[in-house]
């Protein structure tokens, strides 16, 4: 929750008059608002004007700012309400302390109007829109290991933000590409954190920009490891905060593996791009072509790859960290009892992409020749 004082009177010392609106129903004070933080107005009053009173106005000011447009909340650092409350109305004060001023605001929605002319064609489909903007992030932005720079303008401006600056920027960018999005907040490694929302198709995705940055970039695919989970796949790492009075968050119910099969199946001449998708995410090695179960198929797709002379195998494994050890171990031994010494053979192990699965793992295999 962003930082707040209640105090009876503010702004004393302001010459000027502050912008002033008036409302006769609780939803117009939200819209007012929402629009006062568009333009990041720093002080305003509002005139509720109803016979029924509000009972506790700051509280209720608190909610409307936190069902407020997400980058625009998320805009704010802290803020001070004000009440003044008469027989027939109630005048509210507020003051706003933005993270983000509306220069920079301003700067940012230029920057991402160029950004997306940039990287996305009218022939493109969504499922590529919303790869290319996670890839034009994770490869322009850097984490801020300072936590000093929060915003999307320090993303752009600085090439380096935190978390909310990682989500609002996904956001503006979507946004300026009509994809639905929202910024989602809570917890990430017991830390307070944010990541994202896309609506792709007719099903929701989390997807984590920040994450993909910082992971392990020596992983095969890490950078799309945190990329369309499902609320299942998200819970194992992420837990969400929903603030009183924000606006509910979708559900996210479908599997993006499970999405993509069933988009091939409609639409035949989509398979190209998905399997592109697939192999560039790393999902292609949960598909049964690029898995092997057992130790027999672990021993065939390894022989098979030093008759050949291939250098490079990768491939899914069925099974947990434990049992393929073991069966990697039993191959490689038979492999240089047949006659094979000539091959020396490089094996890791990584979880499986995208998805946290459980039952398998992830096979590099590296061969190099006499």
């Not at 639905?180 to 929302?197: L, Q």
């Not at 994450?211 to 695919?221: G, I, M, N, R």
């Not at 791009?273 to 179960?293: C, D, F, N, R, S």
């Given at each position: ?69 997400d980058p625009h909340f998320h805009a704010i650092s802290h803020y001070q309400i004000g009440t003044a409350v008469y027989a027939t109305k109630t005048i509210l004060t507020i003051e706003i302390f933005y993270l983000e001023d509306i220069n920079q605001l301003n700067y940012v929605n230029q920057r991402v109007q160029q950004i997306v002319a940039q990287i996305i064609t009218p022939t493109m489909h969504l499922h590529q ?242």
């Amino acid at each position: 929750m962003k930082p707040v004082s209640i105090i009876p009177f503010i702004m004393t010392t302001m010459t000027q008059p502050l912008p002033h609106a008036s409302a006769k129903t609780v939803a117009a004070i939200g819209t007012i608002i929402d629009n006062m933080l568009q333009h990041r107005t720093a002080a305003f009053q509002i005139t509720y004007e109803e016979k029924k009173r509000i009972t506790d106005p700051a509280n209720l000011v608190t909610e409307l700012l936190h069902g407020a447009s997400d980058p625009h909340f998320h805009a704010i650092s802290h803020y001070q309400i004000g009440t003044a409350v008469y027989a027939t109305k109630t005048i509210l004060t507020i003051e706003i302390f933005y993270l983000e001023d509306i220069n920079q605001l301003n700067y940012v929605n230029q920057r991402v109007q160029q950004i997306v002319a940039q990287i996305i064609t009218p022939t493109m489909h969504l499922h590529q829109k919303i790869m290319v903007i996670h890839d034009w992030i994770t490869t322009n932005v850097h984490y801020d290991h300072t936590l000093q720079r929060r915003t999307a303008y320090d993303a752009l401006m600085h090439k380096s933000t935190v978390c909310s600056g990682y989500a609002s920027l996904f956001w503006h960018l979507c946004r300026a590409a009509a994809i639905p999005c929202r910024i989602v907040t809570g917890t990430g490694k017991f830390e307070a954190h944010a990541w994202n929302m896309v609506q792709l198709d007719n099903y929701w995705y989390h997807i984590d920009s920040t994450w993909s940055t910082v992971e392990d970039t020596h992983t095969p695919f890490s950078v799309y490891r945190f990329y369309l989970l499902n609320d299942k796949e998200l819970q194992r790492t992420h837990k969400v905060t929903v603030l009183s009075g924000q606006k509910p968050l979708p559900h996210a119910q479908m599997q993006y593996r499970e999405h993509l099969q069933q988009l091939g199946r409609a639409i035949p001449r989509l398979r190209s791009m998905i399997q592109q998708i697939q192999q560039k995410t790393g999902l292609a090695y949960l598909e049964p072509e690029y898995t092997v179960v057992g130790i027999a198929q672990l021993h065939k797709r390894i022989t098979q790859a030093i008759q050949k002379q291939q250098t490079h195998v990768l491939f899914g494994y069925r099974g947990t960290a434990h049992s393929a050890q073991q069966d990697l171990r039993d191959v490689l031994n038979d492999v240089k009892s047949q006659q094979m010494r000539s091959a020396t053979i490089k094996v890791m192990l990584y979880p499986m992409p995208h998805g946290f699965t459980d039952d398998g793992m992830l096979v590099d295999v590296q061969i190099s020749y006499a």
